[in-house]
């Protein structure tokens, strides 16, 4: 590969590029099984193209404007039109399949948006996006494109458009998955922050506070939220939560220390000595006296 900077390459140029490895027309160009030459190592080039690039074999650092990305075996990446793209790094057993094609053949193709759609929400925060996939659907993509090489000797632009069209269908789903896999994750790391801070402010509050509500209002959030999330993450209500923790106070208070009910029911902040066996009855079956009546059998 020629050291070409920030110069705007054309497909000719990068069907020279990836020298007789590759298939070409107008506005589109294909190569698989590519291998990288050493000499492609510090060339940064910008080309009114975009490209997906699947990685089979070894891996590559690229840099697309200021986004490093590392592709590896089993890995896709995806860059638009106008970037600038640096080849950093590689290994010496490089293979890859390379697709580059222009905005004249994206029209022509007449990709819609909505196919397109995911692919662009997920690259929206970079100039490129890196797609790690599964082997199975590595497989399928390396069809795609033993199937347009097969088909470029034919030379029919609109079966190759076709063709090129249900591809990017195929990675648009795999992108719209990895979205919906992401969003899941990152739901499920906020739940899991709020049950951390809600075990923590019961840990520290449970003697003075057995309202959900305090909780939900201290996290900023409703008690039905509160309690949806808690569910959710631990199988237990918040409200047991709560609960659990003002029992085992009180268990240790019986067994461990010469308190009086009443003065346990005072720590406890409960009314009345009354309302604090009710309570603890509803939630251990027995009485305060009858659980430390039990310590002596």
């Not at 996006?129 to 390396?142: G, N, Q």
Request: proline letters at 2%; aromatic letters at 12%.
């Amino acid at each position: 590969m020629e050291a070409m900077d920030y110069s705007n390459i054309s497909i000719p140029q990068i069907h020279h590029m990836v020298g007789g490895m590759g298939t070409a027309t107008d506005n589109f160009v294909i190569c698989k099984d590519f291998r990288w030459e050493n000499k492609a190592i510090g060339n940064s080039y910008c080309a009114d193209v975009a490209a997906v690039i699947l990685c089979r074999k070894g891996s590559i650092k690229m840099r697309v404007n200021l986004n490093e990305q590392l592709l590896e075996e089993g890995g896709l990446i995806l860059y638009g039109p106008k970037n600038v793209v640096s080849i950093l790094e590689k290994s010496d057993d490089l293979v890859c399949d390379l697709i580059f094609f222009t905005t004249t053949f994206m029209k022509d193709a007449r990709f819609d948006l909505e196919m397109i759609m995911p692919i662009v929400q997920y690259v929206s925060e970079d100039a490129s996006s890196l797609l790690k996939l599964e082997k199975d659907e590595s497989a399928l993509i390396e069809q795609y494109y033993s199937l347009l090489r097969d088909s470029m000797q034919f030379n029919k632009q609109h079966i190759i458009r076709e063709i090129v069209s249900v591809m990017f269908r195929t990675i648009s789903e795999l992108y719209a998955r990895r979205i919906e896999e992401s969003q899941h994750t990152q739901l499920k790391t906020r739940q899991q922050d709020y049950f951390e801070r809600f075990v923590k402010q019961v840990s520290m509050f449970y003697r003075e506070q057995r309202s959900v509500k305090f909780y939900a209002d201290s996290l900023y959030i409703t008690p039905k939220y509160l309690s949806t999330v808690i569910k959710e993450i631990s199988g237990r209500s918040a409200a047991e939560w709560i609960n659990e923790f003002v029992i085992q106070e009180a268990k240790m208070m019986l067994n461990y220390s010469t308190k009086s009910i009443q003065e346990i029911t005072y720590e406890l902040n409960f009314s009345t000595q009354s309302f604090f066996g009710k309570y603890f009855k509803r939630h251990t079956g027995m009485s305060p006296s009858e659980f430390r009546a039990m310590k002596n059998l």
